[in-house]
């Protein structure tokens, strides 16, 4: 046995055994040097196995440990070998009297079971004020622009705080406002489960994050302020606090926002609203929601959102755990939040179909104050240590005032709408885990939401479509919607690691959409034209029985499914009423490979029938935009399709180098499309029903961590291709296929001084073909450097640059340039910053877009240059 280190890189590789010739999961083994110092440090996987790479030649030594066993030193020799195999290596068993043992090794990231713990110092580099600053910082977390929390391409299922969940997929408002300095630790759950009871029972993949608070932030109140305003810009100003408690029986969390710098406090507010979980026990009614018909097109381009957020933004959240008793746990959140947004854009679109070309040009100023309420109670009664009763109620209001001023081509419209959402939402889970490996769960709940809009404009642009002497329009929209449901689920796990899961139900789900389009001279209705109203029930009664096995066969998972759907539907639009009774199967059959320990293969292939909505059957035209209109098919219809899917990953979470690709085929043997009338000054499409369409959608993902630079490298690379169908003017049925692929890379470093970096570059490819080809190639690519000074100051600069391959030279460029200093008056006490946004002042950004039938360019008013001074004190 001999060992090696030299300069360049050397691979240590080895495997573990007992005295009875039997490999040894679990033991620690140490690289240390002469010292002691530990230099690095890995477990063996459950084949005994152990591997290490080591960049320099000092001389160094393996320490092996293990529970029950000997500990064993091996001395590494330096002979500058390109590897070194350690293979049968035995280690002793040794006998122990029980005492008190204390073992004291700082790792950054170490793993025990389905559970992947993140050291918090470890990755700290001295400038994090927030959660996701640190999350940022985690290898393997993936953190997009708008906050969403992924591992690979998963999206994790929530944030807790030392083991209690309080805003579930809403977890953004968390990680964006808590600050970072309570947090001693990191756990990464996979093979996570939502209900306790069925943890080891079910084939979970899914993936949760947990924050271990340090001892001295439990159990007592404390908090932040931070205050900042404006310098040298007009009123400029952003205010947060966060007062928390955090108790072995009770837990308070209340934080608050008000900003008009652009920040988003909340993230995606529906996520908090309406958490949707798929397919998973317990989680019926999850996606039943209502759309709403019209919005005015406050649309923002492809940039960090405080960039594009013009806004006026008042958040407050009360958020609480009570354990009544042993037995009773008592959650309450409660959510306000008040915003106004503006919105200025300019631009064109060239439209082109067959013969017919135009073009539109449009000047837009909008505003939009939106005021939402929620209030969430979660109430888990723990009958007994194998029966649980959990109830959930759900209220939401959201009120919605828009206007614009929108000088098209020649024409000014003031457009008003006023839209309002009301969702009462109840769910009750009765959980029995009536045998070790059985559990049976039985679950109902009730949701009754609606969304009126009422939508009027100052101008008639429609005189190719009615012939009448208007000079306004008006619509009053309202889509109701009733759901009830009721689901037994019984899970069975076997001897052998087989599941069997049975699932039997029925859901009742009721529409009312009513519409009213006027036309108006002087705000006096002059008609209500035919065609373009619409009164409709239209209700749903699925019953429906899943049943579904996973069989284990050594390092192979198969899973076979089928549901069978019986489906009552019935229409009644205008006192006509139509009735269908389809019955169809969804067969799905999947199969989980676990190679070894780094390689698994998961796949699968379904067949799918999906029912029409009410959004697909409605027989009037529904005006969408101040120049669309839109109608469904006003029958009955079930599509149906086929999916294949392809998962590989190499590594595991935490590991030096993970990679992760997803392979995605769907065909729809038929599908909506569109028969649409396009002309300058308004638009109108039908539902039609076309066969064959195709996607296609690979992509993959690669993190690297390079220890002799001591950074992480995160690759990024994918593609999709779909086909379809559509006739536009009276033209023959034409074919659209449309390509994207997208490529990219970050790297961070993870240095322990004062300086450290964070860059990446990402390029996107688009093209639409029908008869004529389109495309375009755009570019973003940015350099954050951070600089810690010293204990009390550090400063950090961002900057990003963007491309557009189809503009011109003189605006196809932008630069941003962001810097944020920060000076520690008093430790953990007291904190100035001084934040400088869009140093450069780039006051407009242009993009392009291509479509199958036309081509855009639209110019976006942004967030101008500013300077704040900030203070921040903790309590």
């Known amino acids: 046995m001999f060992s090696n280190t030299v ?27 002469e010292k002691e110092d530990i230099l690095d440090y890995t477990f063996t996987t459950k084949n005994g196995f152990f591997s290490f790479e080591v960049f320099n030649q000092d001389r160094k030594f393996l320490v092996f440990k293990g529970i029950g066993y000997e500990e064993k030193k091996v001395e590494l020799i330096n002979n500058k070998p390109k590897s070194i195999e350690l ?70 299922e929530k944030v807790m705080i030392d083991g209690d969940d309080m805003f579930e997929k809403g977890y953004k408002i968390l990680t964006k406002n808590m600050p970072v300095n309570p947090i001693d630790k990191v756990e990464l759950y996979h093979n996570y489960s939502n209900n306790k009871h069925l943890k080891g029972i079910e084939n979970s993949n899914k ?54 710098i652009g920040e988003d406090a909340t993230g995606d507010i529906d996520n908090l609203i309406r958490p949707y979980r798929i397919d998973e026990a317990g989680s019926i009614g999850d996606g039943q929601t209502v759309n709403k018909l019209l919005g005015l097109g406050f649309d923002t381009p492809n940039l960090k959102q405080k960039r594009t957020n013009l806004n006026n933004a008042e958040m407050v959240s009360l958020n609480s755990i009570f354990t009544l008793s042993d037995k009773v746990k008592l959650k309450t959140l409660g959510f306000f939040n008040t915003d106004q947004n503006n919105f200025f854009r300019n631009g064109f679109q060239q ?35 194998t029966k649980t009763l959990e109830y959930a109620g759900k209220f939401n209001k959201t009120n919605e005032k828009n206007r614009s001023d929108l000088l098209f081509n020649s024409d000014l419209l003031n457009e008003r709408l006023t839209a309002n959402n009301q969702l009462f939402d109840q769910k009750l889970v009765f959980t029995n885990k009536f045998k070790d490996k059985k559990v049976f769960l039985l679950s109902g709940r ?97 019953m429906y029985l899943t049943a579904k096995y996973s069989v284990k066969l050594s390092n192979f998972t198969v899973l076979t ?13 205008f006192n006509i009423k139509s009735n269908q009774n389809p019955f169809f199967v969804m067969p799905k059959i999947g199969i989980d490979w676990t190679i070894n320990d780094i390689n698994k293969i998961r796949t699968s292939y379904s067949y799918s029938t999906t029912n029409a909505r009410v959004l697909d059957v409605y ?38 180098f993970f990679a992760n690709t997803y392979i995605f085929y769907t065909t729809n043997n038929d599908f909506f499309s569109t028969n649409s009338i396009i002309a300058q000054n308004f638009s109108q499409s039908e539902k039609i029903i076309i066969k064959d369409r195709e996607l296609l959608s690979i992509s993959s993902s690669i993190d690297r961590y390079f220890k002799p630079i001591k950074s992480n490298l995160k690759a990024n690379l994918g593609a999709s291709k779909t086909n379809f169908k559509n006739i536009v003017n009276n033209s023959n049925l034409r074919e659209v296929n449309n390509f994207n692929a997208y490529y990219g890379f ?79 008056v008093k430790e953990n006490k007291l904190t100035i910053f001084l934040s400088g946004n869009n140093l450069f002042n780039t006051q407009t950004f242009r993009n392009y877009s291509i479509s199958d039938i036309n081509i855009s360019q639209t110019e976006y008013r942004l967030q101008p240059r500013y300077a704040l001074l900030k203070m921040e004190y903790r309590f």
């Open 7 to 33: 300069f360049s890189q050397t691979v240590i590789k080895g495997s573990i055994k007992n005295n009875e010739n039997e490999s040894i999961q679990n033991v620690s083994v140490l690289l240390v040097n």
């Open 87 to 156: 293979d049968g290596l035995i280690l002793q068993t040794k006998s122990i009297e029980l005492r008190e043992i204390v073992i004291d090794v700082k790792k950054p990231i170490f793993v025990k079971k389905d559970t992947i713990v993140f050291d918090s110092k470890s990755f700290l580099q001295g400038n994090e004020q927030i959660v996701e600053d640190l999350l940022k910082k985690i290898p393997g977390l993936n953190i997009e622009a708008n906050g969403t929390i992924k591992v690979g391409n998963q999206e994790i």
């Open 207 to 260: 993936v949760a994050l947990n924050l271990v608070l340090k001892e001295d932030a439990k159990r007592v109140w404390f908090g932040n302020t931070q205050l900042g305003y404006g310098l040298t810009s007009e009123n400029r100003y952003e205010v947060r606090s966060n007062l928390m408690n955090f108790g072995k029986k009770n837990k308070y969390y209340f934080l608050t926002n008000l900003n008009n």
């Open 351 to 385: 439209f082109t179909v067959g013969t017919t070309t135009f073009t539109n040009t449009e000047d837009f100023k909008g505003r939009k104050t939106q005021l939402t309420g929620f209030g969430k109670v979660d109430l888990t009664y723990d009958i007994s240590k």
């Open 446 to 542: 009730y949701i009754n939401e609606k969304t009126p809009q009422n939508y009027a404009v100052n101008q008639f642009i429609f005189s190719d479509l009615f012939t009448v002497n208007a000079n306004s329009t008006a619509q009053f929209s309202e889509n109701k919607m009733q759901f009830a449901g009721v689901e037994a689920h019984l899970l069975d796990k076997k001897k052998n690691g087989d599941l069997l899961e049975i699932k039997i139900g029925n859901q009742l789900r009721v529409d009312k959409l009513a519409t009213r389009f006027e036309l108006l001279q002087s705000e006096n209705t002059l008609t209500l034209p035919n065609g373009y109203q619409n009164g409709l029930v239209y209700s749903t009664n699925d």
């Open 561 to 573: 499914q089928s549901n069978f759907h019986q489906l009552f539907n019935r229409l009644e639009n």
């Open 619 to 656: 027989s009037g035209f529904v005006q969408t935009g101040f120049r669309s209109f839109s109608k469904g098919l006003e029958e009955f219809n079930q599509l149906n399709s086929s999916s294949a899917f392809l998962n590989y990953t190499y590594g595991s979470w935490g590991d030096k």
């Open 746 to 824: 970050e790297l961070r470093s993870g240095f322990k001084g004062f300086f450290n970096y964070h860059i990446g570059s990402k390029w996107n490819y688009n093209q639409v073909k029908t008869t004529i080809t389109n495309d375009f190639t755009d570019n973003m690519s940015f350099l954050d450097l951070s600089f810690i000074v010293s204990d009390k100051f550090n400063f950090q600069v961002q900057s990003e640059r963007y491309f557009f391959g189809n503009l011109d030279k003189d605006n196809n460029k932008y630069y941003f340039l962001d810097l944020e200093a920060r000076y520690v």
